[in-house]
């Protein structure tokens, strides 16, 4: 939660600092605060077994609460005026899916059709429906009240999951990366909005991440996962900095009505891969050297074993 606050603070006064004298450009201040959880889990996926698994439950948990954060930054600043009755029907049909829930009331059918019916309603509204997607997850039960050993929330999950990552993520990820690179200079990388999400990606996730992870270990709020290093956590906050995805799509949000005069995906694009380059580089290290306290720890146990 510390490392999520962190990462969309910084990249965003970043964003808003580069972008200060031109007020087009400021529009996309909510680019940079995005994590793309796909391609970031990916990056560590490639270390395989080396990579402990309380990094990826780290990693994993920041990227959600990061993107929860853009959602409701679309809701709330990208949408749309807003329709009240619309947006009543919108809030009276999440309360029912939440109230059978809570009951144990599993059946898919009847919280598939609400979702259909919160999303409709939600884009009716003018809040954008991305929104639905995050009512609609809080509804889905976590229990079964026919079958006490079933949890449907897990289930749902894990038959999505292949729908997700094979044909929803991907269709996602081509409708919103097209990208041409004619006629771009390199004097069109020192742009605001393009300079603005390049520095926030690449610099501001990672040092708003271990800035505001470093202050709630010190505070004694929290304290470093077991088995992960320092330089292990400093390589997942670099990897943070993937926007990709979520970043171009809050980025056609943003300059919908700007006719080209502002396009941040250049600086989408370049931000993430520098992002992406420096977290493998930094963890690529962190895995093959062990951690100080563990060569400490392995050294004593060879001083045991030799004088035992």
């Known amino acids: 939660m510390a490392g999520a606050i962190g990462g969309v603070a910084l990249p965003v006064a970043i964003y808003l600092g580069v972008t200060a004298g031109d007020p087009a450009a400021r529009a996309g201040?909510?680019?940079?605060?995005?994590?793309d959880i796909a391609f970031a889990l990916g990056v560590l996926a490639l270390f395989g077994s080396r990579i402990p698994a309380a990094l990826t439950v780290f990693l994993a948990t920041l990227a959600v609460i990061d993107d929860l954060f853009a959602i409701l930054a679309i809701a709330l600043f990208y949408s749309d005026g807003l329709t009240f009755g619309a947006l009543a029907g919108a809030v009276a049909v999440f309360v029912a899916l939440l109230v059978a829930g809570r009951r144990g009331v599993a059946s898919r059918w009847v919280h598939l059709v609400g979702f259909a019916l919160i999303w409709f309603l939600m884009l009716k509204s003018g809040l954008h429906a991305t929104m639905a997607g995050v009512l609609a997850a809080f509804t889905f039960p976590l229990h079964d009240s026919e079958r006490a050993a079933s949890c449907p929330a897990r289930t749902l999950e894990r038959d999505l999951a292949r729908p997700v990552a094979f044909f929803i993520l991907p269709l996602f990820a081509l409708a919103n990366a097209g990208i041409s690179l004619d006629g771009v200079r390199m004097g069109d990388l020192?742009?605001?909005?393009?300079?603005?999400?390049?520095?926030?990606?690449?610099?501001?996730?990672p040092v708003g991440i271990l800035a505001a992870c470093a202050l709630a270990v010190r505070l004694g709020w929290a304290r470093l996962p077991s088995g992960v290093s320092r330089s292990m956590l400093a390589g997942a906050a670099m990897i943070c900095g993937i926007g990709f995805t979520m970043s171009l799509f809050i980025g056609a949000l943003a300059f919908r009505g700007a006719a080209g005069a502002v396009d941040p995906?250049?600086?989408?694009?370049?931000?993430?891969?520098?992002?992406?380059?420096?977290?493998?580089?930094t963890l690529r290290r962190a895995v093959a050297v062990p951690s100080t306290a563990t060569a400490r720890r392995g050294s004593r146990s060879a001083v045991v074993d030799a004088t035992g």
């Open 29 to 35: 201040w909510a680019i940079p605060a995005a994590t």
């Open 190 to 205: 020192l742009e605001g909005a393009t300079l603005g999400t390049i520095l926030g990606l690449a610099l501001g996730k």
């Open 265 to 281: 995906r250049l600086g989408i694009l370049l931000g993430s891969a520098l992002a992406a380059g420096a977290g493998a580089l």
